[in-house]
């Protein structure tokens, strides 16, 4: 029989479940995490195993405290400093030269390691609690919508890992803003919870290279991603209306549905309502039984952008 996995709020329980090896789903300010002791391979092939994730794709190592940088890596640039020191904690992953601490299969055999700092309590309250970072993808399986509450993560790992720290609904709802410092000019590999301009406003300039991709040389950039089992359409709603078949859809709206049965990112246009919303309202569409999901482009711009970017991911690939 399948054992029940438990969801609340014992942060001693947590620390004690992840220093015998186990898996603990834990809360952040963008996504929920799968998290398990970073330095204990065994225990981070238990992550791969439960998110029936492919071994090529690396996981970020979540730290409590700025200096735990130097353990895990072995160069820390001044324009990453820079970063950290405007973003941490927050939704930002740095991608830095691995120090021989880092396992392997963390890295997936790569040089580089992404480090970050996640704002939300209860997590910091954990890891303070531990004397290791926890390496930790989103609580999703491979491939699906990241999850943005207990309750997501529960929804789809029932049964597969040992608890839920549940820390309430999080409050970015859009994964972290990925800048690698694996060769000399920074890149920004995932766009995320942080704008590219505000990236740019503390470093000046740099490439966004997150085209899709489907080779595993560039690990996570894959291009179906956070994708709905419900086909999703995207661009303008009232033009994509006139291509469907079927009357049987749903619209995934910015400011609204225009008068469509459906959801609605943010009333008032606010990017980082819609960023909140976005993954818990592609749940809800995806659990409607519709023939399609007809989700609106939003502006280019701020964090727009990145939402953007997650609807191509889970739009449909013909
Ligand atoms: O907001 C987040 O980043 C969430 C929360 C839980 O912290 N985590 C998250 O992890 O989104 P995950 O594994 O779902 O996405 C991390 C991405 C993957 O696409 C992975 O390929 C990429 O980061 N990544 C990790 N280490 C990397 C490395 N050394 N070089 C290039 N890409 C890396
Ligand atoms: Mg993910």
Not at 13 to 32: F, N, R
Request: glycine share 8%.
């Amino acid at each position: 029989m399948e054992i029940k996995t438990k969801t609340g709020h014992d942060i001693a329980q947590c620390a004690e479940l992840l220093k015998s090896g186990k898996l603990v789903a834990i809360p952040t300010e963008t996504v929920y995490g799968l998290a398990a002791n970073g330095f204990d391979s065994k225990a981070v092939s238990g992550i791969y195993e439960a998110k029936g994730r492919p071994h090529f794709d690396p996981l970020i190592l979540h730290i409590g405290e700025m200096r735990q940088v130097e353990t895990l890596s072995t160069n820390f640039p001044d324009k990453a400093q820079k970063l950290a020191k405007a973003f941490w904690p927050g939704p930002l992953t740095l991608i830095l030269p691995k120090s021989n601490r880092v396992p392997d299969i963390v890295s997936a055999g790569l040089q580089t390691v992404g480090i970050r700092m996640p704002r939300h309590e209860t997590t910091l309250e954990l890891l303070k609690n531990l004397d290791f970072p926890l390496a930790a993808p989103s609580a999703n399986p491979f491939g699906y919508i990241s999850p943005t509450t207990a309750q997501h993560v529960y929804d789809q790992l029932n049964g597969k890992i040992d608890y839920i720290l549940d820390g309430g609904e999080c409050s970015v709802g859009l994964e972290s803003t990925i800048v690698s410092f694996a060769i000399e000019n920074p890149v920004i590999l995932r766009m995320g919870g942080i704008s590219v301009e505000d990236i740019e406003s503390v470093i000046g300039k740099l490439e966004v290279k997150n085209q899709s991709t489907s080779n595993p040389s560039a690990p996570g950039m894959l291009i179906s991603h956070y994708a709905p089992k419900t086909p999703l359409l995207l661009g303008d709603i009232t033009k994509l209306i006139t291509q469907l078949s079927s009357k049987n859809f749903g619209v995934l709206g910015f400011k609204t549905t225009y008068g469509y049965p459906g959801e609605t990112l943010s009333k008032t246009g606010n990017f980082r309502e819609a960023a909140q919303n976005l993954f818990s309202a592609l749940r809800r569409l995806d659990n409607q039984n519709y023939d399609a999901i007809i989700a609106e482009e939003l502006p280019e711009a701020g964090l727009g952008r990145a939402i953007n970017d997650r609807l191509k991911r889970a739009e449909k690939k013909s």
